[in-house]
């Protein structure tokens, strides 16, 4: 595959090795040939070991755990190939690390996502392609083209083989969540219920009310991440206690921090599905009820779509 001005190059930092190489082999192109390792002091030193010289490069790095270290592979790559003159330089970070503070939470606080945004574009990035964004207008921090992929279509046709819809019921975990929730529940024709959260403090939740008549239902939650799992765990105890019949829930990105997937797995959750946004650690894939998406074609195919000037968002109409 060639891009519409210049061949496309795929080099991936240290973040998701596994999600990188499929996204490779849906393009049916190699990655490019690149060291990205630490010195003894753990400074980071990238070396492209291949011509990129008028190519469109596409760097794929999440910013997870350990967020610091990726946002900064992610900056060195992109000097790397802006000194080795690429052409262009898309940042596809299938998750955006701080996007979470997208405002100010109190005097004298920062908004770092807007601070990393502008570290990414200072250091050379043309381009910036993502997956649902923490929130929408994060993408207005970027002063350079900004496209935030949808996990939706996934999740629905993955919803629509496991499910009966006329018994199932979509839940936002919170009120903001609202918008995303009825979005799904358009799609798969289901009816809309609302858990009511009073958070007491950060990495902590308290369930007060469920909005709308859960009982008998198959309940599915959905948000875009999942971190403590605490929203989740007493979203399904106050759902099950309102008669639901079980209780999913369908996640973008699974941070899943700390004892997160042992919480999970001792919960009235029957399954967690989660997407390869961030690459699962050794208790992600051993907890028995969490399920991982896959989203390797949909980057790839978002890919192949910017490299040929052609619409990104008509993958989802």
Do not use: W
């Amino acid at each position: 595959m060639s891009a519409k001005n210049g061949s496309i190059k795929l080099v991936a930092g240290n973040s998701n090795p596994a999600l990188a190489q499929a996204i490779a082999q849906g393009l049916d192109l190699p990655l490019t040939k690149a060291v990205v390792r630490r010195f003894a002091d753990m400074e980071i030193f990238v070396e492209i070991q291949e011509n990129v010289r008028g190519s469109d490069a596409f760097v794929i790095q999440s910013t997870s755990f350990p967020a610091n270290d990726h946002l900064m592979e992610l900056l060195i790559i992109t000097d790397a190939l802006r000194r080795s003159s690429a052409r262009r330089i898309t940042a596809v970070l299938p998750y955006f690390g701080y996007a979470r503070q997208d405002r100010k939470s109190g005097s004298r606080t920062p908004i770092s996502a807007k601070l990393v945004a502008n570290l990414i574009t200072q250091a050379g990035v043309d381009r910036v392609m993502t997956l649902d964004l923490h929130a929408g207008q994060i993408q207005g921090f970027f002063d350079i083209p900004t496209d935030n992929l949808y996990a939706a279509p996934l999740m629905v046709r993955d919803i629509k083989d496991k499910f009966d819809l006329s018994k199932t019921m979509v839940i936002s975990p919170d009120v903001g969540g609202v918008a995303r929730a009825r979005g799904l529940a358009k799609r798969i024709n289901t009816p809309l219920a609302i858990v009511d959260k009073r958070r007491e403090r950060a990495g902590e939740s308290e369930v007060m009310n469920v909005i709308g008549d859960v009982a008998g239902y198959t309940c599915i939650l959905i948000d875009d991440i999942v971190d403590s799992g605490g929203t989740l765990v007493n979203a399904a105890d106050a759902l099950i206690a309102k008669g639901a019949k079980d209780v999913y829930a369908y996640i973008t990105h699974g941070v899943l921090s700390g004892g997160a997937a042992a919480r999970i797995a001792g919960s009235k959750l029957r399954e967690l599905v989660i997407t390869d946004s961030i690459l699962p650690t050794e208790a992600v894939t051993k907890a028995p009820n969490i399920r991982t998406l896959p989203i390797a074609s949909l980057i790839s195919d978002a890919i192949a779509r910017t490299a040929a000037e052609e619409s990104v968002s008509s993958l989802f109409d």
